[in-house]
């Protein structure tokens, strides 16, 4: 029998405790164990990464190291720097390696990217073991069960699951490796990008990138690489990486059990991320830190210890890690998740800023200027924390510094950033939150941005978050403003949420004239609200998806924008009129020109086109109960009071 030897391959799964894969090496009972990771140039150069994240991740790396070297003090992390595409088949044959092993990713870039490893692997004669380990089911298997289709609902999901085997308990963490063997690597190719691809993290280096200016680092010990090495300045976020930590966080949530038991989502505070208000775990999961079934359990064994009084799904923490199997499920089975563009489950809108692409269907980089100034105008405002109402303001600060905010703050923001408020697409949302959360994911991101803006998931789009009395009802002293909105910190309570309401002698007594020291609100925001609200009613009796042929060729957006200039002319003479509805009486004008009938012929089609798109949203409006009911199975983690 020739030796076994496993190269171990490190990704999302930095921990030791309950990770399968790591059970199916050691089961392998190798000689020779070399866990390992590449270091993907794709990953520093092509995704979009801020240096929270990456400060996270090298936390994360680095504890992991640490808990090998506990396990046997030959081992580590070996960190080698290039793409595991064209490294792994060289380190596979240099260090005579007969099986590599890893745990699955069922993400569409992670599809392609272990497939071709796969591949190489096989060729080079090596076995492959993969393992399913970063979510609760293997998202494959409840795909199948659903017919191949993606999952909407927590409660399809659930049907799903019921159909699978019943979860295995979690596995204890080892209490020893194998060392690994020779380590010498007379690596002969330069696996530094030689034509490097757009750097899209240009924007957060302060230096060079020196990280592939060796294979092993500097100091050829194969170490984690450091934030200088990626040419970024220290991170911002108090939050940090890594099993152990993870681990402890989890420890300190559930030593409240009567808490645990009685989680219910909807009525945790957007202001407050403490425990028992909320877990903060989704970084641990996101990097595999910490298992999520060993999170299920533990959380499970604590509600069947304190049963009577404890809350039920979708609310409870079971809940919420079942609504994180949703998006996953749901991404497997959908093409262009991350996109409206060729997406059959994202509703067509048309939004004011959305993504443009080619005709080979890629995104145009760098990004065509809009013609739309105000809603680029928002758009930048909304991302820089300057929007003029403080609450909001508050959420996106504190998601530049911390890289993480409470998901009903998340609920804010993004319902404001698209079909509340400044009607941006949610692509343009989701790049951000892609750029600054540490808990960034390819499932749960677009998944819950699309259920923000009633684009799929989620359809009630008549209950919009109030940018002023949903922050207030929970954090009524405005703390959270204060904090991360330092030039209202003191401002009286009266009017944190609204400071240009607050009398001017006040305001010189706080230390802040808005306007001068701290902005007005970018727009009215009930008119603005209306006007989406309009806007929303003419997409969803239009009823496509982004794989229509009509999306596809424009005619959707054309069609939309007609029936948008129709609602403004219905209206001038009524609503109050804000800076945007002045930019949609002029795109009015311009329809009215391009009609060829003259301006009273083209207003008078597109209003009765109008008209009858609204009789129909206004029906399917009234059979889901209007703006009071929520149906059930969306909620789950909305917050189901008032908004
Ligand atoms: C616009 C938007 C974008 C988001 N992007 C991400 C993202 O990129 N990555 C990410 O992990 N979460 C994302 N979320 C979901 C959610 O906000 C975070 O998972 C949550 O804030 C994590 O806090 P917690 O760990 O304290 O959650 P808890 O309430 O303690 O829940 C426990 C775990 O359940 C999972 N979970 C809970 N709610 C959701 C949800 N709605 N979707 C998916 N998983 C959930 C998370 O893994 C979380 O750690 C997003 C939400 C919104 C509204």
Not at 189 to 196: E, K, M
Not at 243 to 268: H, Q
Not at 527 to 547: I, N, P, Q, T, V
Not at 565 to 584: D, E, N
Request: aromatic share 10%; hydrophobic share 35%; glycine share 6%.
């Amino acid at each position: 029998m020739p030796p076994v030897r496993v190269l171990y391959w490190f990704r999302t799964d930095l921990r030791l405790t309950d990770s399968p894969a790591v059970k199916a090496a050691l089961d392998l009972a190798p000689s020779a164990l070399y866990p390992v990771w590449c270091w993907d140039p794709e990953y520093v150069y092509s995704h979009n990464v801020g240096v929270n994240r990456f400060q996270f991740l090298l936390d994360s790396m680095n504890d992991t190291s640490a808990a090998l070297t506990r396990l046997n003090p030959k081992s580590q992390l070996f960190v080698i720097r290039g793409s595991p595409r064209t490294l792994l088949k060289d380190l596979l044959l240099k260090w005579e390696i007969s099986h590599l092993v890893f745990e699955e990713d069922k993400s569409a870039y992670g599809r392609v990217r272990d497939a071709s490893v796969s591949a190489t692997a096989a060729s080079a004669g090596v076995k492959v073991v993969t393992r399913t380990g970063h979510t609760l089911w293997d998202t494959e298997a409840i795909v199948a069960k659903n017919g191949g289709h993606p999952t909407l609902t927590s409660e399809t999901l659930m049907k799903c699951v019921d159909k699978l085997p019943n979860l295995e308990p979690p596995i204890p963490a080892p209490n020893s490796i194998p060392p690994p063997g020779p380590l010498d690597l007379a690596l002969d190719r330069n696996y530094h990008p030689v034509s490097r691809p757009v750097d899209r993290n240009a924007r957060d280096r302060t230096a060079e990138v020196t990280v592939y200016d060796t294979f092993t680092g500097p100091h050829a010990d194969f170490a984690v690489p450091t934030l200088e090495e990626l040419g970024m300045p220290p991170a911002t976020t108090p939050y940090r990486g890594g099993e152990a930590e993870g681990l402890k966080r989890l420890e300190a949530f559930c030593s409240n059990e009567i808490a645990v038991a009685k989680f219910e989502k909807p009525k945790t505070s957007p202001a407050a991320f403490l425990p028992p208000q909320t877990t903060l775990m989704s970084p641990y999961l996101k990097f595999g830190c910490v298992s999520v079934r060993y999170f299920h359990k533990r959380v499970q064994d604590i509600i069947a210890k304190h049963k009577r009084g404890s809350s039920g799904l979708p609310v409870n923490l079971p809940g919420q890690l079942y609504f994180r199997e949703m998006y996953y499920a749901a991404e497997f089975a959908t093409p262009c998740f991350d996109r409206i563009r060729g997406n059959p489950i994202c509703r067509y809108i048309n939004w004011s800023l959305e993504n443009v692409y080619d005709a080979d269907g890629a995104l145009v980089v760098p990004r065509p200027v809009s013609d739309d100034a105000e809603a680029e105008m928002y758009f930048e405002r909304w991302k820089e924390g300057r929007t003029g109402f403080p609450w909001i303001d508050a959420l996106m600060r504190q998601l530049k510094h911390d890289g993480w905010i409470h998901h009903l703050g998340r609920h804010s923001v993004a319902c404001f950033l698209t079909r509340g408020h400044c009607f941006v697409s949610w692509e343009r949302g989701l790049e951000v939150f892609d750029q600054w959360l540490i808990d960034w994911d390819p499932c749960s991101n677009p998944g819950n941005w699309m259920w923000l803006s009633c684009s799929a998931f989620f359809h009630s789009y008549f209950r919009v978050y109030s940018p002023i009395a949903f922050g207030k009802k929970w954090d009524k002293h405005g703390d959270l403003i204060r904090q991360y909105v330092p030039e209202l910190k003191n401002f009286p309570a009266a009017h944190i949420y609204e400071p240009w309401k607050c009398p001017i002698a006040d305001q010189r007594k706080a230390g802040c004239i808005i306007g001068k020291n701290y902005p007005k609100p970018m727009f009215d925001e009930k008119a603005r609200k209306e006007h989406c609200l309009e806007r929303m009613k003419a997409a969803f009796a239009l009823g496509l998806k982004g794989d229509d042929t009509k999306v596809l060729d424009g005619s959707a957006r054309r069609e939309l924008d007609e029936a948008d200039a129709a609602t403004v002319i219905k209206s001038a003479a009524t609503s109050p009129v804000s800076g945007a509805k002045r930019k949609q009486a002029s795109v009015a004008d311009m329809f009215a020109a391009k009609g060829g009938g003259g301006g009273s012929g083209s207003s008078s089609s597109s209003a009765e086109k109008m008209q009858k798109i609204s009789a129909a949203a206004d029906q399917a409006k009234s059979r889901s109960g209007g703006s009071r009911a929520l149906d059930t199975k969306e909620g789950g983690n909305e917050a189901l009071g008032d908004m």
